[in-house]
């Protein structure tokens, strides 16, 4: 889905901040580290500012795990490992669905994220136009 989302590219070409360091994305440790795609550091002994990020980092991801547990709550089937088969099952394909669907859910009620971060998701207009 990463590859297939073109992120990285756009980052690449347009991610800049204003003192005109790279911005980044944070990942899963499965995902290979860039400039523009960042994971915790995963030495045996990190330093206290390695530790530092990674705890900061770590809060923020739980937030991203939110959204997974929404589209579970909201499509019971998503959640049914045994039925949902690579290659026998278009799992990719369904599982992007249900985040368009659980997006069109948050536009119109919100949801646990939006809420913690004190944000109002756009409305569902705004999401199916953009």
């Not at 997974?68 to 045994?82: A, C, H, L, P």
Request: aromatic share 10%.
């Amino acid at each position: 889905m990463l590859r297939d989302s073109r992120i990285l590219e756009n980052l690449e070409a347009h991610a800049l901040n204003l003192d005109g360091q790279p911005m980044c994305l944070y990942g899963d440790l499965a995902y290979p580290l860039r400039v523009h795609l960042q994971a915790p550091f995963r030495m045996v002994e990190p330093n206290p500012d390695m530790e530092a990020f990674n705890q900061s980092m770590s809060s923020v991801r739980v937030s991203v795990e939110w959204l997974f547990g929404d589209i579970v709550r909201s499509f019971k089937f998503m959640d049914f490992k045994k039925d949902l088969k690579v290659g026998l099952s278009a799992v990719g394909k369904i599982y992007i669905v249900s985040g368009i669907l659980q997006n069109c859910l948050t536009c119109m009620y919100s949801n646990l994220t939006s809420k913690f971060f004190g944000l109002d998701p756009p409305t569902i207009q705004e999401y199916i136009n953009n």
